[in-house]
T-cell receptor
Framework: GAVVSQHPSWVICKSGTSVKIECRSL??????MFWYRQFPKQSLMLMAT???????TYEQGVEKDKFLINHASLTLSTLTVTSAHPEDSSFYICSATWGGGTDTQYFGPGTRLTVL | DAKTTQPPSMDCAEGRAANLPCNHS???????VYWYRQIHSQGPQYIIH???NNETNEMASLIITEDRKSSTLILPHATLRDTAVYYCIVRERGDDKIIFGKGTRLHILP
């Protein structure tokens, strides 16, 4: 199956700093990438949908100015958590698809963010 | 909101077949049934999907009832590595979004 990577796999930062997480599709061109957040013992929650070359579409309740998403190429999307606070500590997961509706989404391994 | 209902947890003995049920009584004609699983602290892994016919691949089999209101994921010979949360998802053709429900936490018992 297709491979999606994330970097870093984990990060610890101080409150008030910004953190960038990268999501790469390694062996296919991803027309659409998705960003999810998962709190402990909960399911994945979709944060935003990112299409290459256009602005991301955010789900209701997700602050677009806090979670900056850039999908500059067909193989890379980045999520920047700006001015992170302890409540932003979570498991962030991206997925990628080459589109088509019934095409499968392939998920990255996730990034564990801990804000002190 | 998720369009599926799954039991919160199940146990299965190692080496036995694990049968995971999913209800999707409001599924529409152009919605597919997808199954993913998530092993602890990893990203979800695609397992299988289908529209109305039964499907089989190297990981699992998917049995969809004739009225398409429910389905069963079958892991034919469960191993300890199959311990994970299994998500049943319905997606409409043309909609790339995946909305995850709570899934079924499958415990494989040695």
């Amino acid at each position: 199956g297709a491979v999606v990577s994330q970097h870093p796999s984990w990060v610890i930062c101080k409150s008030g700093t910004s953190v960038k997480i990268e999501c790469r599709s390694l062996d296919f061109q991803a027309t659409t990438m998705f960003w999810y957040r998962q709190f402990p013992k909960q399911s994945l929650m979709l944060m935003a949908t990112s299409n290459e070359g256009s602005k991301a579409t955010y789900e209701q309740g997700v602050e677009k100015d806090k979670f900056l998403i850039n999908h500059a190429s067909l193989t890379l999307s980045t999520l920047t958590v700006t001015s992170a606070h302890p409540e932003d500590s979570s498991f962030y997961i991206c997925s990628a698809t080459w589109g088509g509706g019934t095409d499968t989404q392939y998920f990255g391994p996730g990034t564990r963010l801990t804000v002190l | 909101d998720a369009k599926t209902t799954q039991p919160p947890s199940m146990d299965c003995a190692e080496g036995r077949a694990a049968n995971l049920p999913c209800n999707h009584s409001t599924i529409s004609g152009n919605e597919y049934v997808y199954w993913y699983r998530q092993i602890h602290s990893q990203g979800p892994q695609y397992i299988i999907h289908g529209l109305k016919n039964n499907e089989t691949n190297e990981m699992a089999s998917l049995i969809i009832t004739e009225d398409r209101k429910s389905s069963t994921l079958i892991l034919p010979h469960a191993t300890l590595r199959d311990t994970a949360v299994y998500y049943c998802i319905v997606r409409e053709r043309g909609d790339d979004k995946i909305i995850f429900g709570k899934g079924t936490r499958l415990h494989i018992l040695p």
